[in-house]
């Protein structure tokens, strides 16, 4: 606008056709001026703005995903499967090992009788832990499980071998310790699993 004054001051005096001749070219020159000022535009998406971030989502959902892997296979090697009943009285007769010495003959003849009465109770259901030998061994005659029964003999040498060490305070050499431990493993063994009718 000062631009079209100044020249408008400096044509006062000439000719018309200059007059219009520079009013022209200052028409022109504001056209021009216009076309070049542009209203503000949106901004411009650019191309793979996109492309970081969701690398970075994916990558985490993979990582989250391999670390959610290992975890449920570690759980599943750690964590111990369930022992039967007879791999359980099998272990804590392996267990009374260690008290198979002279010196603590007691303790084994307890342990190992104990893990006896235990598996008894579990697996035939008849109360052993807490009746004593001979009343223990009168059920047997009158109880209806024929494999107690069977075993019966076995059972009342065993169980009165171990009241004898526990009571009696009799002192048992390694050999009939190792033969008590044998004979308690083999009742387990055969009584183990279920008769098939």
């Known amino acids: 606008m000062r631009s079209t004054a100044c020249m408008c001051h400096a044509l ?66 750690s964590r111990p499967r369930n022992l039967t009943l007879l791999e359980q009285t099998l272990e804590r007769l392996e267990r009374t090992k260690a008290l198979m010495q002279p010196a603590t003959a007691r303790e084994f003849g307890i342990a190992a009788s104990e893990v006896i009465r235990n598996y008894i109770e579990k697996r035939f259901e008849v109360v052993a832990t807490q009746r004593t030998t001979e ?35 009799a002192s048992l050499a390694v050999t009939d310790m190792e033969a008590l431990l044998q004979s308690a493993r083999g009742f387990v063994l055969e009584t183990g699993q279920p008769t098939v009718a």
Not at 139 to 163: I, K, N, P, W, Y
Request: charged share 20%; proline share 3%.
């Open 12 to 77: 006062r005096g000439r000719s018309g056709a200059a007059w219009l001749t520079a009013v022209s070219l200052a028409g022109c020159a504001l056209a021009k001026a216009g076309e070049d000022i542009r209203d503000i535009r949106g901004p411009k998406a650019v191309p793979g703005s996109w492309v970081l971030p969701a690398v970075l989502v994916g990558a985490l959902l993979v990582t989250l995903c391999v670390a959610y892997a290992i975890s449920r296979r570690r759980r599943r090697r």
């Open 135 to 169: 009343e223990f061994l009168q059920t047997l005659v009158q109880s209806s499980s024929e494999t107690l029964a069977r075993h019966r003999s076995l059972l009342a040498q065993f169980l009165h071998q171990c009241d004898f060490v526990k009571f009696a305070g």
